[in-house]
């Protein structure tokens, strides 16, 4: 059944004035839509990754945000820089895909990364590592292994944030969310999110309702439809891929809780 009018969620035109907890359930039915379509694609040991689990976790990608808020007290511009972090890493290793078996680890990963370069104030590994059900050990190498795969690009506009807001919003499948008032243009003086040099990979494609932009990359996970994305199967698995790929057959509970 399709949500009323009067069920309709009214959100601000720019993401810093939404509603964190708003702003999570938009970003959760993304990545659930994206899983959806990801988990359909079939393992292959050259895919394989530091963030995949072995097996599922059991808590809901919506469930796992909100405790991470809960507990690390997470900035609105690190929950969204997710979805760059995202398009980057896709861009830069075609074969990674966002799946439940990636999603949670990719997440606490993203928050713990982009909270120490965005934010002031941050939280610990030890901490980061209990919020997200890992490790401190795994943490420390999922941030490593994640700093490397986005190349140290820790930054991007706001403009761009913004961009992947109004597409959370226009694409969210319940369909409840709307936003009210002009949006108003990003001056080139007001969009660098802090004054560190940086040159973000930006998506190239995007629906026609945005702008081109320069990429190393023709696609965006995240601003196109995921199933117009082709996977490269050129590259051959590495020894430790293959003997990853082997040990995931094995039914052992996942670390992520």
């Given at each position: 059944?399709?949500?009323?009018?009067?069920?309709?969620?009214?959100?601000?035109?720019?993401?810093?004035?939404?509603?964190?907890?708003?702003?999570?359930?938009?970003?959760?039915?993304?990545?659930?839509?994206?899983?959806?379509?990801?988990?359909?694609?079939?393992?292959?040991?050259?895919?394989l990754t530091r963030f995949?689990?072995?097996?599922?976790?059991?808590?809901?990608?919506?469930?796992?945000?909100?405790?991470?808020?809960?507990?690390?007290?997470?900035e609105k511009s690190c929950?969204?820089?997710?979805?760059?972090?995202?398009?980057?890493?896709?861009?830069?290793?075609?074969?990674?895909?966002?799946?439940?078996?990636?999603?949670?680890?990719?997440?606490?990963?993203?928050?713990?990364?982009?909270?120490?370069?965005?934010?002031?104030?941050?939280?610990?590994?030890?901490?980061?590592?209990?919020?997200?059900?890992?490790?401190?050990?795994?943490?420390?190498?999922?941030?490593?292994?994640?700093?490397?795969?986005?190349?140290?690009?820790?930054?991007?506009?706001?403009?761009?944030?913004?961009?992947?807001?109004?597409?959370?919003?226009?694409?969210?499948?319940?369909?409840?969310?709307?936003?009210?008032?002009?949006?108003?243009p990003t001056t080139p003086?007001?969009?660098?999110?802090?004054?560190?040099?940086?040159?973000?990979?930006?998506?190239?494609?995007?629906?026609?309702?945005?702008?081109?932009?320069?990429?190393?990359?023709?696609?965006?996970?995240?601003?196109?439809?995921?199933?117009?994305?082709?996977?490269?199967?050129?590259?051959?698995?590495?020894?430790?891929?293959?003997?990853?790929?082997?040990?995931?057959?094995?039914?052992?509970?996942?670390?992520?809780?």
């Amino acid at each position: 059944m399709e949500s009323s009018t009067s069920e309709r969620v009214e959100l601000p035109a720019a993401f810093q004035e939404t509603s964190i907890d708003h702003l999570v359930q938009l970003i959760a039915d993304m990545l659930d839509r994206l899983m959806a379509h990801n988990d359909q694609i079939p393992l292959s040991p050259e895919s394989l990754t530091r963030f995949h689990s072995r097996s599922a976790p059991s808590i809901s990608v919506l469930d796992y945000l909100k405790r991470i808020v809960k507990f690390a007290n997470v900035e609105k511009s690190c929950l969204l820089i997710t979805l760059h972090y995202i398009d980057q890493i896709c861009a830069r290793t075609p074969l990674f895909t966002l799946s439940s078996l990636t999603c949670h680890r990719f997440i606490i990963a993203s928050i713990t990364v982009s909270s120490k370069g965005l934010c002031d104030s941050f939280c610990t590994n030890n901490l980061y590592a209990k919020v997200g059900g890992i490790s401190v050990t795994e943490l420390n190498i999922l941030e490593r292994e994640f700093l490397s795969a986005i190349d140290w690009r820790l930054t991007c506009t706001r403009e761009l944030l913004q961009e992947y807001y109004v597409n959370l919003v226009r694409t969210n499948s319940n369909g409840k969310f709307v936003i009210t008032g002009p949006q108003s243009p990003t001056t080139p003086s007001d969009i660098e999110m802090d004054s560190r040099p940086s040159s973000p990979l930006e998506t190239s494609e995007s629906p026609p309702r945005h702008r081109s932009r320069r990429s190393v990359h023709d696609t965006s996970t995240i601003l196109i439809d995921p199933a117009t994305i082709t996977q490269d199967s050129t590259r051959r698995p590495t020894v430790e891929q293959n003997m990853a790929f082997a040990a995931l057959s094995n039914p052992k509970t996942s670390h992520i809780r």
